[in-house]
């Protein structure tokens, strides 16, 4: 073999020699870039990330109620007695229900505009005006002078209403009976129960809101 011949082989198998560590390189790094892949896919089944639709192991164990809603029986402003589709509304005591919307029917012949503030209420929701008003007033014996507990109040059993406005309250103060509406609390002008027959004569009022 004549030397230039000899020099040539040579640096064809120099370049073979790098093109065969490269292809080796190339090779090595592949396959750690797919394991890498792999481990990585494999933590995301296990762990999905936020957003992805999969629930939380942790948050899905949590329940937090929040504050009371419409189906603890949270009314709107005004409500109407007649909207039975309010929880609020439709849980009352039926004879309570019946007396109240004929007395808003009469009232409004009158003039008057009746509304309810506040009718059936859920244990939650009258555990948190009671806990607002042991907050108010700093005792739980002052806060009873106000507020019921859920196993003592007649919201909780649907057999209690407040209505609204003031001239609503005044009417009702004077006609309810023929109803059988009462204010039951002296101090809440607002708060009426069925007390009596149709026509009948309201009993004394209570001294303290204990069934509010």
């Not at 002296?186 to 026509?199: D, R, S």
């Amino acid at each position: 073999m004549l030397p230039d011949d000899l020099v040539a082989t040579r640096k064809r198998m120099r370049r073979l020699n790098l093109l065969v560590i490269l292809a080796i390189v190339v090779a090595v790094s592949c396959f750690a870039l797919a394991a890498c892949t792999s481990v990585d896919n494999t933590h995301s089944a296990t762990s999905a990330p936020a957003g992805s639709g999969a629930p939380d192991p942790v948050k899905s164990t949590k329940h937090h109620r929040g504050d009371p809603g419409p189906e603890d029986g949270v009314l709107p402003d005004n409500a109407s007695p007649f909207d039975t589709s309010l929880p609020g509304v439709a849980n009352l005591n039926p004879q309570l229900l019946k007396a109240i919307q004929d007395a808003a029917r009469a009232a409004e012949q009158a003039g008057i505009k009746l509304h309810l503030t506040t009718g059936w209420r859920s244990k939650e929701y009258q555990q948190e005006f009671l806990e607002k008003a042991i907050k108010r007033y700093g005792s739980r014996e002052k806060a009873s002078e106000y507020v019921a507990t859920p196993e003592e109040s007649h919201h909780v059993t649907g057999d209690a209403v407040d209505v609204g406005p003031t001239d609503a309250d005044d009417w009702l103060n004077r006609k309810g009976a023929r109803f059988g509406l009462c204010q039951t609390l002296a101090n809440e002008i607002w708060h009426f129960e069925l007390a009596t027959t149709p026509g009948g004569t309201c009993p004394p009022m209570k001294s303290t809101s204990s069934s509010r």
